[in-house]
């Protein structure tokens, strides 16, 4: 083939290969375009960064990974915190950060705390580890969740209820209960759904506020640092662990980063719910 023909041929192989945007970001204040640099720079002035997730999705760790990249570059002094990792597993996670522990034995303590693959939250444990970034397990102990799931607040007992805010109740006029409500249905029959729909909501609402506190108790003791909180998109909109700081009394700063969804997307998704969404 004559080299001109050659040549020319390639040009039209590269032309014809999509290429794959990379993550685009919207500042839901004002609709407009940022960068995933800018939106880390203006995200860093806050001490709490919620980023959501669904648990299932590789993309939205990968962005995950990426933000506490940009994060870290401008505020070495960060810490992750995950709803993937109870609070009564913190000594391991302290021993991971500090380079103190395997990772068959970290991957051992995530399998029990976690369902989903170590392998798909990978990448971000080992960022921290490498970095020496601290880990914050967030959420409540799963026995207590699951006894507001299936009895309601009501049947904790003093001690149980030590931590959490007194009076955790489905806040029925919260814009977060239609998207609940919504989950609910997709993993519960309609059985006596009222009721069953009522601990629902209270189990999700005691997490959220168990989550606000513990973000609280460690900025509080460790007064230089900020934290990425980690968690499913329900316990990251405005709606909930950021209400729940509101009403915690907390003063401070946060923002909310959530990639998009058939649920929240650029049609639907305004101020309310987040400060940026991402589309991956």
Known sequence: MPRI????????LHLAVPVQAGPTATRLSDKEN???????????????????????????????????????????????????????SQAQLDNWSAGKLSEPAMQAVFKENWSLDWQMYRGIFLFARDNRL??????VPLAIVRKVYQHGFASLTPEEKRGLPEGTVCDLSNPQTALLRKAFQEIASHASAGQMFSNFCEAQTVRNSGMAINMVRYLESHPGRKIVGLTG??????????DQLARLGSKLASTTILPETPELNGNN???????YLVVL
Do not use: W, Y
Request: aromatic fraction near 4%; glycine fraction near 4%.
């Open 134 to 139: 601290p880990m914050v397990g967030l959420n």
């Open 34 to 88: 940022v960068s995933l640099p800018q939106l880390a720079a203006d995200a860093g002035s806050s001490r709490v960064i919620l980023i959501g997730e669904n648990h299932d999705d590789q993309s939205h760790h990968d962005l995950q990974l990426n933000l506490i990249r940009l994060l870290f570059a401008k505020t070495p002094q960060l810490a992750i915190g995950l709803e993937m990792i109870q609070t009564d």
């Open 233 to 242: 998109i329900q316990h990251a909109v405005k709606f909930a662990i950021p």
């Open 269 to 275: 998704c305004t101020a309310r719910a987040a400060d």
């Open 5 to 12: 023909l050659l040549f020319m041929s390639i040009i039209f």
